[in-house]
């Protein structure tokens, strides 16, 4: 698939933090055609204005190819005629963020409060995929800003081919993951990951997956897969293998077993540091949590979420 075709065709991860969305851009990036653009969402909050760095190690004002893509946005026209600045874009999408926005933008039914807002963050996001596919020459890009919500803006950018993965992933080890302060390196620096208290962590898995159980309603079933973090991790070539055959996409990542695949380095901006990691890299399911996760703690997050739970096939007990 050649970026020249006008069609851009865009896939939306959506999902809780540390469900290894950033992992499976990395892979995916890897298929010729295809290219991971990380949190796209993110781009101008943490890329732009705090200046954290792209999976190439350059921040995005700096990076060959976020810098064309900045450069592009900002010199095209918004919706009313003018040049759209940093700062307006990302005061459109906290504006859609807010708790009633959401949902209604959500459910495809925008009031007139938040229709600027809309407006300016959809014709943004459609400048940020075209100009993304452009800069890399591929015609398939992996969006993992991970919220319902990003993924029903996009659903609406005119000519887009737009498909969508739920990657879930069991909330007890989402909880576990957020409370280690997890160290990571890029370049010289040394820095560490975010972290979240139970509470918080639990909540932000619920209002994902409610968020996501209402998008679903709006996405066609042949544009929509479902999959879990622990299948993903038993068996991830196999599983990128229903995903590309969904978008149509005849090329494989390149897997030197069943399990092991081969990473160059990528743009993908925002997200797990695991955009860093380069070679021939393992994939392995994280399950610390059922040995160290306190009892209690899981009890509570079994309890918070247990119709969900078990829709999704997790049983409650670990
Ligand atoms: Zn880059």
Redo the contacts with the bound molecule.
């Keep these: 698939m050649a970026a020249s075709t006008s069609q851009v065709t865009v896939l939306s991860v959506v999902g809780a933090g540390r469900s290894g969305t950033t992992v499976l851009a990395s892979i995916l990036g890897e298929v010729p055609g295809c290219a991971g653009a990380g949190e796209i969402r993110w781009l101008w909050e943490r890329g732009v204005l705090d200046g954290r760095p792209?999976?190439?190690?350059?921040k995005?004002a700096t990076?060959?190819?976020?810098s064309q893509v900045i450069e592009r946005c900002l010199s095209t026209p918004g919706p009313d005629g003018a040049l759209p600045t940093v700062e307006a874009i990302v005061a459109a999408q906290n504006r859609l963020d807010r708790t009633r926005s959401r949902w209604r933008v959500l459910r495809g039914e925008a009031s007139d409060e938040d229709v600027a807002a809309l407006r300016l963050t959809r014709h943004v996001t459609g400048e940020v995929v075209r100009g993304f596919a452009e800069a890399t020459g591929a015609g398939v890009v992996i969006d993992t800003s991970k919220r319902p919500l990003d993924a029903a803006v996009m659903a609406d950018v005119p000519g887009i081919d737009h498909y969508v993965l739920h990657m879930l992933r069991d909330p007890r080890a989402v909880a576990y993951s957020w409370r280690r302060a997890k160290p990571f390196s890029v370049g010289a620096e040394t820095r560490t990951m975010g972290t979240r208290k139970l509470p918080a962590a639990v909540r932000r898995w619920l209002a994902n997956a409610l968020g996501t159980e209402v998008l679903h309603r709006r996405v066609p079933s042949d544009h929509w897969q479902r999959l879990r973090y622990e299948d993903f991790c038993a068996q991830p070539a196999a599983s990128m293998d229903g995903l590309l055959t969904m978008l149509g996409v005849p090329g494989r990542p390149p897997f030197e077993d069943a399990g092991t695949v081969q990473l160059q380095p990528?743009?993908i901006?925002a997200g797990n540091p695991s955009r860093f990691t380069v070679g021939s890299v393992r994939i392995r399911v994280d399950e610390e949590w059922k040995s160290a996760m306190s009892r209690r703690d899981q009890l509570v997050v079994v309890a918070s979420t247990w119709p969900l739970l078990r829709r999704y096939g997790y049983p409650w007990r670990a």
């Design positions: 792209c999976g190439c190690g350059e995005p990076c060959p190819v976020w990528n743009h901006v």
